[in-house]
Protein backbone atom coordinates (compact mmCIF):
# COMPACT_ATOMS: atom_id res chain seq x y z
CA UNK A 1 0.00 0.00 0.00
CA UNK A 2 1.59 3.54 -0.85
CA UNK A 3 2.86 5.15 2.38
CA UNK A 4 0.59 8.51 2.42
CA UNK A 5 -2.28 5.98 2.11
CA UNK A 6 -4.20 5.33 5.48
CA UNK A 7 -6.76 2.65 4.43
CA UNK A 8 -8.02 1.04 1.07
CA UNK A 9 -11.48 1.69 0.62
CA UNK A 10 -12.19 -0.46 -2.46
CA UNK A 11 -9.66 -3.39 -3.47
CA UNK A 12 -8.70 -3.62 -7.22
CA UNK A 13 -10.56 -6.93 -7.17
CA UNK A 14 -13.61 -5.26 -6.00
CA UNK A 15 -13.30 -3.05 -8.45
CA UNK A 16 -12.82 -5.36 -11.12
CA UNK A 17 -16.04 -7.31 -10.21
CA UNK A 18 -17.82 -4.64 -9.90
CA UNK A 19 -17.12 -3.31 -13.23
CA UNK A 20 -18.05 -6.99 -14.56
CA UNK A 21 -21.54 -6.34 -12.75
CA UNK A 22 -22.01 -3.06 -14.44
CA UNK A 23 -20.64 -4.16 -17.89
CA UNK A 24 -22.87 -6.81 -18.01
CA UNK A 25 -25.94 -4.86 -16.93
CA UNK A 26 -25.27 -2.22 -19.27
CA UNK A 27 -24.52 -4.24 -21.89
CA UNK A 28 -28.07 -6.12 -21.67
CA UNK A 29 -29.76 -2.20 -20.97
CA UNK A 30 -28.19 -1.31 -24.63
CA UNK A 31 -27.83 -4.17 -26.45
CA UNK A 32 -29.97 -2.83 -29.22
CA UNK A 33 -28.29 0.32 -29.24
CA UNK A 34 -25.40 2.28 -30.74
CA UNK A 35 -24.39 3.77 -27.34
CA UNK A 36 -21.57 6.64 -27.28
CA UNK A 37 -19.54 6.18 -23.80
CA UNK A 38 -18.43 9.86 -22.75
CA UNK A 39 -15.83 9.54 -20.55
CA UNK A 40 -15.04 12.76 -18.39
CA UNK A 41 -11.29 13.28 -18.02
CA UNK A 42 -9.05 12.86 -16.10
CA UNK A 43 -10.54 10.68 -13.34
CA UNK A 44 -12.63 8.16 -15.35
CA UNK A 45 -9.92 6.90 -17.32
CA UNK A 46 -9.04 3.83 -15.04
CA UNK A 47 -12.61 3.36 -14.76
CA UNK A 48 -14.15 3.44 -18.65
CA UNK A 49 -10.66 1.21 -19.64
CA UNK A 50 -11.89 -1.32 -16.72
CA UNK A 51 -15.51 -1.06 -17.52
CA UNK A 52 -15.73 -1.63 -21.74
CA UNK A 53 -13.70 -5.05 -21.27
CA UNK A 54 -16.82 -6.11 -20.25
CA UNK A 55 -19.14 -4.82 -22.10
CA UNK A 56 -20.52 -6.65 -25.28
CA UNK A 57 -22.07 -4.15 -27.44
CA UNK A 58 -21.13 -4.22 -30.85
CA UNK A 59 -21.79 -0.51 -32.37
CA UNK A 60 -20.57 1.07 -29.11
CA UNK A 61 -17.96 3.79 -29.37
CA UNK A 62 -15.89 5.69 -26.54
CA UNK A 63 -15.35 9.38 -26.51
CA UNK A 64 -13.69 11.91 -24.13
CA UNK A 65 -14.11 15.43 -22.83
CA UNK A 66 -12.89 17.71 -20.64
CA UNK A 67 -14.84 20.50 -18.60
CA UNK A 68 -13.97 22.95 -15.95
CA UNK A 69 -16.13 24.57 -13.61
CA UNK A 70 -16.17 28.32 -12.49
CA UNK A 71 -17.60 29.21 -8.97
CA UNK A 72 -20.08 32.34 -9.04
CA UNK A 73 -21.45 32.38 -12.57
CA UNK A 74 -24.24 34.58 -12.83
CA UNK A 75 -26.41 31.46 -14.49
CA UNK A 76 -25.51 28.01 -13.00
CA UNK A 77 -26.01 26.92 -16.84
CA UNK A 78 -23.72 28.79 -17.97
CA UNK A 79 -20.37 28.34 -15.97
CA UNK A 80 -18.92 25.29 -17.72
CA UNK A 81 -16.28 25.55 -19.64
CA UNK A 82 -15.45 22.94 -22.17
CA UNK A 83 -11.54 22.14 -22.19
CA UNK A 84 -11.29 19.43 -24.54
CA UNK A 85 -14.71 18.80 -26.70
CA UNK A 86 -15.81 15.41 -28.19
CA UNK A 87 -14.50 14.33 -31.14
CA UNK A 88 -17.64 12.89 -32.93
CA UNK A 89 -21.20 14.57 -33.38
CA UNK A 90 -23.41 13.52 -30.60
CA UNK A 91 -26.98 14.23 -32.35
CA UNK A 92 -29.11 12.09 -31.84
CA UNK A 93 -27.35 9.42 -30.10
CA UNK A 94 -27.59 7.54 -26.78
CA UNK A 95 -24.96 8.70 -24.59
CA UNK A 96 -23.06 7.35 -21.57
CA UNK A 97 -21.53 9.47 -19.62
CA UNK A 98 -18.46 7.63 -17.62
CA UNK A 99 -17.67 9.49 -14.43
CA UNK A 100 -15.35 8.24 -12.04
CA UNK A 101 -17.09 10.36 -8.80
CA UNK A 102 -20.12 12.04 -8.10
CA UNK A 103 -19.62 14.27 -5.22
CA UNK A 104 -21.75 17.49 -5.18
CA UNK A 105 -23.46 16.41 -8.42
CA UNK A 106 -23.03 20.01 -10.28
CA UNK A 107 -20.28 18.72 -12.79
CA UNK A 108 -22.89 16.07 -13.53
CA UNK A 109 -25.34 18.70 -13.46
CA UNK A 110 -23.69 20.59 -16.55
CA UNK A 111 -22.71 17.93 -18.32
CA UNK A 112 -26.30 16.82 -18.89
CA UNK A 113 -27.34 20.12 -19.90
CA UNK A 114 -24.40 19.92 -22.73
CA UNK A 115 -25.35 16.95 -23.67
CA UNK A 116 -28.92 17.26 -24.15
CA UNK A 117 -27.95 20.92 -25.74
CA UNK A 118 -26.27 18.87 -28.43
CA UNK A 119 -28.71 16.86 -29.21
CA UNK A 120 -28.34 13.43 -27.36
CA UNK A 121 -31.08 11.51 -27.79
CA UNK A 122 -31.14 9.96 -24.33
CA UNK A 123 -28.80 10.14 -21.27
CA UNK A 124 -27.59 8.30 -18.68
CA UNK A 125 -24.76 7.73 -16.51
CA UNK A 126 -22.50 5.52 -14.78
CA UNK A 127 -20.09 6.52 -11.78
CA UNK A 128 -17.84 4.49 -10.25
CA UNK A 129 -18.14 5.85 -6.59
CA UNK A 130 -21.31 7.98 -5.23
CA UNK A 131 -20.79 10.20 -2.35
CA UNK A 132 -24.07 10.80 -0.95
CA UNK A 133 -23.29 12.59 1.79
CA UNK A 134 -21.55 15.65 0.01
CA UNK A 135 -24.48 16.04 -2.63
CA UNK A 136 -26.00 19.56 -3.12
CA UNK A 137 -28.55 19.09 -6.22
CA UNK A 138 -30.58 16.24 -6.60
CA UNK A 139 -29.07 14.27 -9.13
CA UNK A 140 -28.47 10.47 -9.27
CA UNK A 141 -26.66 8.16 -11.43
CA UNK A 142 -28.18 5.59 -13.33
CA UNK A 143 -25.52 2.81 -12.74
CA UNK A 144 -23.40 3.02 -9.38
CA UNK A 145 -20.54 1.21 -8.64
CA UNK A 146 -19.85 1.81 -4.78
CA UNK A 147 -21.64 4.28 -2.51
CA UNK A 148 -19.08 5.59 -0.37
CA UNK A 149 -18.61 7.77 3.09
CA UNK A 150 -17.62 10.97 3.12
CA UNK A 151 -13.56 10.56 3.11
CA UNK A 152 -11.13 12.19 1.00
CA UNK A 153 -10.22 9.58 -1.50
CA UNK A 154 -7.91 9.08 -3.87
CA UNK A 155 -6.88 6.41 -6.52
CA UNK A 156 -8.29 4.80 -9.66
CA UNK A 157 -8.25 8.01 -11.36
CA UNK A 158 -9.21 10.06 -8.56
CA UNK A 159 -6.58 12.83 -7.45
CA UNK A 160 -5.44 15.20 -4.97
CA UNK A 161 -3.37 17.79 -6.77
CA UNK A 162 -2.90 15.44 -9.60
CA UNK A 163 -1.40 12.96 -7.77
CA UNK A 164 -2.64 9.28 -6.72
CA UNK A 165 -4.41 8.71 -9.89
CA UNK A 166 -2.34 5.73 -10.75
CA UNK A 167 -2.96 3.55 -7.70
CA UNK A 168 -5.31 0.10 -8.45
CA UNK A 169 -7.37 0.55 -5.53
CA UNK A 170 -9.73 3.41 -4.15
CA UNK A 171 -7.80 4.82 -0.32
CA UNK A 172 -8.30 7.19 2.25
CA UNK A 173 -5.65 9.83 2.03
CA UNK A 174 -3.59 10.30 5.30
CA UNK A 175 -4.81 13.36 6.96
CA UNK A 176 -1.58 14.71 7.25
CA UNK A 177 -0.83 15.03 3.34
CA UNK A 178 -3.78 17.64 3.10
CA UNK A 179 -3.45 19.34 6.29
CA UNK A 180 -0.15 20.03 6.31
CA UNK A 181 -0.80 22.52 3.33
C1 LIG B 1 -14.03 15.44 -10.24
C2 LIG B 1 -14.71 14.15 -10.64
C3 LIG B 1 -16.05 14.58 -11.10
C4 LIG B 1 -16.33 15.79 -10.23
C5 LIG B 1 -17.28 15.42 -9.15
O1 LIG B 1 -13.46 16.02 -11.36
O2 LIG B 1 -13.99 13.49 -11.67
O3 LIG B 1 -16.07 14.96 -12.45
O4 LIG B 1 -15.08 16.23 -9.70
O5 LIG B 1 -17.50 16.50 -8.29
P1 LIG B 1 -18.88 17.25 -8.15
O6 LIG B 1 -19.98 16.21 -8.11
O7 LIG B 1 -18.73 17.98 -6.84
O8 LIG B 1 -19.04 18.21 -9.30
P2 LIG B 1 -12.32 17.14 -11.34
O9 LIG B 1 -12.95 18.45 -11.74
O10 LIG B 1 -11.58 17.09 -10.05
O11 LIG B 1 -11.42 16.71 -12.56
P3 LIG B 1 -10.50 15.41 -12.79
O12 LIG B 1 -11.43 14.28 -13.19
O13 LIG B 1 -9.58 15.81 -13.90
O14 LIG B 1 -9.78 15.11 -11.49
Partial sequence: ??????KILISEEEIAKRSKELGEQISKD????????????????????ELIK????????????????YEGG????????????????????DVLVVEDIVDTGLTLKKVLKLMHDKGAKSVKVVSLLNKKER??????????????????????GLDYQ???????YVGILKNEVYSKE
Avoid at 1 to 6: E, N, P, Q, T, W
Avoid at 33 to 42: D, N, Q, S, T, Y
Avoid at 54 to 69: G, H, K, L, R
Avoid at 78 to 85: A, L, S, T
Fill in 1 to 6: MHKDIA
Fill in 30 to 49: YADKAPVFVALLKGSIPFIA
Fill in 54 to 69: YCTIDDMEIDFMAVSS
Fill in 74 to 93: VESNHNVKIIKDLDRDIFGA
Fill in 135 to 156: REIDIEADYVGFEIPNEFVVGF
Fill in 162 to 168: ERYRQLP
